[in-house]
């Protein structure tokens, strides 16, 4: 028997309670299953087990290898499904996390294509712009705007992203163009708020070096969608991403605004802000949601 055979025998026995109950789940004699636990504790020499007539405990050594032995038999049956689902349709939940805007203008639609080609997968789209748990929350990836910190998250690269400020051009008309950052002040700032707190402080290059002023909001939401409709009913000027924007921007909905000093409302904004796909973790993802993730890109692109 090789080693993982004999792993996944170990957590059969643990997961079991015992020798006889798992000899019975696989189908092995008690004596069998002793012979090769027996072997297992000689090979690394250290005792696994501690067993009585009426039950079995870990040891302290035992309980280390059985931590990693669920890890490898784990991973092993994530291989056999990946190959095992090569030749099966799709199916299975999509749980995803994504920035209102974003969500309602490109996620969503995409979301529906790709299930009326997979009928059997099940799509969960939450719409947010605060930041999510992805492992408490169980979700198997999030879309995010910025550059994101170090985390044991895992990120690839979707899209280029820059932000911009916009207005409408009738707020233009009756209210003027700011022509420096300082001119704000003056006028009617639209903020999104994250986790109850207003994104007032908007950055800027000018005079050499990076700055910040912070505006005064004359409307506050935490929904991206929102300030963009505000923004188009000629409420004020707002801070977005491109991506959100172009749309409106391509018909002549809105104009930017102080292109030359733009930098962004995070601290981790520089001149550009790349959109993300982020993952919980790095280990075997499901082929349906593998398949969303470049089906979405190649949509996107």
């Given at each position: 028997?090789?080693?993982?055979?004999?792993?996944?025998?170990?957590?059969?026995?643990?997961?079991?309670?015992?020798?006889?109950?798992?000899?019975?789940?696989?189908?092995?004699?008690?004596?069998?299953?002793?012979?090769?636990?027996n072997a297992l504790e000689r090979r690394y020499h250290t005792r696994l087990l501690n067993r009585t007539t009426r039950k079995i405990s870990l040891t302290d050594a035992g309980s280390r290898f059985?931590?990693?032995?669920?890890?490898?038999?784990?991973?092993?049956?994530?291989?056999?499904?990946?190959?095992?689902?090569?030749?099966?349709?799709?199916?299975?939940?999509?749980?995803?996390?994504?920035?209102?805007?974003?969500?309602?203008?490109?996620?969503?639609?995409?979301?529906?294509?790709?299930?009326?080609?997979?009928?059997?997968?099940?799509?969960?789209?939450?719409?947010?712009?605060?930041?999510?748990?992805?492992?408490?929350?169980?979700?198997?990836?999030?879309?995010?705007?910025?550059?994101?910190?170090?985390?044991?998250?895992?990120?690839?690269?979707?899209?280029?992203?820059?932000?911009?400020?916009?207005?409408?051009?009738?707020?233009?008309?009756?209210?003027?163009?700011?022509?420096?950052?300082?001119?704000?002040?003056?006028?009617?700032?639209?903020?999104?708020?994250?986790?109850?707190?207003?994104?007032?402080?908007?950055?800027?290059?000018?005079?050499?070096?990076?700055?910040?002023?912070?505006?005064?909001?004359?409307?506050?939401?935490?929904?991206?969608?929102?300030?963009?409709?505000?923004?188009?009913?000629?409420?004020?000027?707002?801070?977005?991403?491109?991506?959100?924007?172009?749309?409106?921007?391509?018909?002549?909905?809105?104009?930017?605004?102080?292109?030359?000093?733009?930098?962004?409302?995070?601290?981790?904004?520089?001149?550009?802000?790349?959109?993300?796909?982020?993952?919980?973790?790095?280990?075997?993802?499901?082929?349906?949601?593998?398949?969303?993730?470049?089906?979405?890109?190649?949509?996107?692109?």
């Amino acid at each position: 028997m090789s080693k993982i055979d004999d792993m996944a025998l170990f957590v059969q026995i643990v997961k079991t309670g015992g020798l006889a109950a798992a000899g019975r789940k696989i189908r092995l004699s008690p004596a069998s299953i002793t012979l090769r636990l027996n072997a297992l504790e000689r090979r690394y020499h250290t005792r696994l087990l501690n067993r009585t007539t009426r039950k079995i405990s870990l040891t302290d050594a035992g309980s280390r290898f059985f931590e990693a032995c669920l890890r490898v038999v784990e991973e092993v049956e994530n291989a056999e499904a990946l190959l095992r689902a090569a030749d099966e349709n799709l199916s299975g939940r999509l749980r995803i996390t994504a920035p209102s805007d974003f969500g309602r203008q490109y996620v969503a639609p995409a979301l529906s294509e790709y299930v009326g080609l997979y009928p059997g997968v099940i799509p969960q789209l939450h719409l947010t712009d605060n930041v999510v748990d992805l492992v408490e929350e169980g979700y198997d990836l999030a879309i995010r705007y910025g550059n994101l910190p170090d985390s044991n998250l895992v990120v690839r690269h979707l899209a280029s992203n820059y932000r911009v400020l916009v207005a409408s051009p009738g707020y233009l008309e009756k209210q003027g163009r700011p022509g420096h950052p300082d001119d704000l002040a003056r006028h009617r700032c639209l903020v999104l708020e994250r986790f109850g707190e207003p994104l007032d402080e908007w950055r800027f290059v000018f005079d050499g070096r990076h700055k910040s002023v912070r505006v005064r909001p004359a409307l506050t939401s935490n929904d991206g969608a929102v300030i963009r409709q505000w923004t188009l009913a000629d409420g004020g000027i707002a801070y977005k991403s491109i991506r959100d924007v172009q749309g409106d921007l391509d018909k002549g909905r809105l104009q930017t605004v102080l292109d030359d000093y733009v930098v962004g409302f995070q601290s981790s904004d520089v001149l550009t802000t790349g959109l993300q796909f982020v993952f919980p973790s790095r280990r075997y993802m499901p082929r349906h949601v593998e398949a969303f993730v470049e089906f979405f890109r190649t949509r996107l692109s």
